[in-house]
């Protein structure tokens, strides 16, 4: 196990009034809540460092899970727990998070000590997803989804390829199209794979994406290449991505920001090397427009505001 996954920080019985509940007189009243919050991550650095730059600042984060309970109110305590879970893994120290959301003033009929929800969320799959756009500015559609991939919840984008100009492919009769624009982008994220992939729909179509015909011009097109080690044969959901093998526009990047990549039993390499040359050629690395990579600086609550600016005494 790593060190990530033995080291923690844990917050216990943070206390605050809430809204959270189905029946309107808890809308109304509202009800005190605590929450436990347990965060696995590396403590090495700050422990060789001393550095508070280096790990979590509590007494921020603290302040973080009592303004989400004050806050927006939810029906369930388990939509509340996910969306702590959420703001937790904005920290890119943070590898694993356990949230536990109590509410001891629960309207139950009958005598109780307490009841609770329990969430745990980590970043532990990879992906590769392909980008690509053909129509309007092609570069700030690609960039654009590069932002939007990171601003999803529980996802992390760790690496953003080079960008390279392909020929569009198109059904054969059919008129030319522009050249596309082609990157990947890989990330870490705790989102299922189908939703992972609503969400990169979501994203085409916030974009002007139409999907009316097959190999059609694009102003954005994400495809989901890889999830981890999952396969699957459902047509909506097809893991690793069918065309990706012979795609010189999908292998180029990849394999340029990961050499050793794999996909399937064959490394991106080989798939690369054994396409036509004419193919190959016809990619070309486009450094002058290449694409701004997301800030890893936190993104959680408790990063909004510095530890000099705060003056706690709690870390």
């Not at 008129?175 to 939703?195: C, E, F, I, M, W």
């Not at 701004?292 to 505001?305: H, I, N, Y």
Request: proline letters at 7%; a negative charge; glycine letters at 8%.
């Amino acid at each position: 196990m790593s060190r990530a996954g033995r080291d923690r920080i844990e917050l216990r019985g943070v206390r605050a009034r809430g809204r959270h509940g189905v029946l309107p007189a808890e809308r109304e009243l509202g009800q005190e809540f605590r929450v436990d919050v347990s965060l696995e991550l590396d403590l090495g650095p700050a422990a060789s460092t001393d550095d508070l730059r280096r790990t979590v600042h509590y007494g921020l984060l603290a302040e973080a899970v009592a303004a989400r309970v004050a806050g927006e109110p939810y029906a369930l305590i388990e939509a509340l727990a996910g969306r702590i879970a959420d703001d937790c893994l904005a920290d890119p120290l943070v590898g694993a998070v356990e949230v536990t959301v109590h509410k001891p003033a629960a309207p139950i009929a009958v005598p109780f000590d307490d009841v609770s929800v329990r969430v745990r969320r980590t970043l532990r799959t990879s992906a590769v997803v392909a980008l690509g756009a053909n129509l309007g500015d092609r570069r700030a559609a690609l960039q654009g989804a590069v932002y939007a991939l990171a601003a999803l919840p529980s996802t992390r984008v760790r690496v953003v390829a080079p960008v390279f100009e392909t020929p569009a492919l198109v059904v054969p009769g059919s008129g030319p199209q522009p050249d596309y624009l082609n990157s990947v982008v890989l990330l870490d994220t705790a989102l299922a794979p189908r939703k992972l992939l609503a969400a990169a729909h979501e994203i085409e179509a916030a974009f002007g994406r139409e999907r009316s015909v097959r190999w059609g011009a694009r102003t954005l097109d994400l495809d989901l290449v890889v999830y981890g080690e999952h396969t699957s044969d459902d047509p909506e959901l097809l893991l690793p991505h069918p065309g990706a093998a012979s795609r010189a526009f999908v292998l180029a990047p990849w394999h340029a920001v990961d050499p050793a990549a794999r996909l399937g039993d064959r490394s991106v390499a080989d798939l690369l090397a054994a396409l036509p040359e004419e193919e190959r050629v016809g990619v070309v690395r486009r450094d002058d427009l290449a694409l701004v990579p997301p800030k890893l600086d936190s993104t959680a609550p408790w990063a909004e505001t510095s530890s000099a600016e705060t003056g706690h005494a709690g870390k």
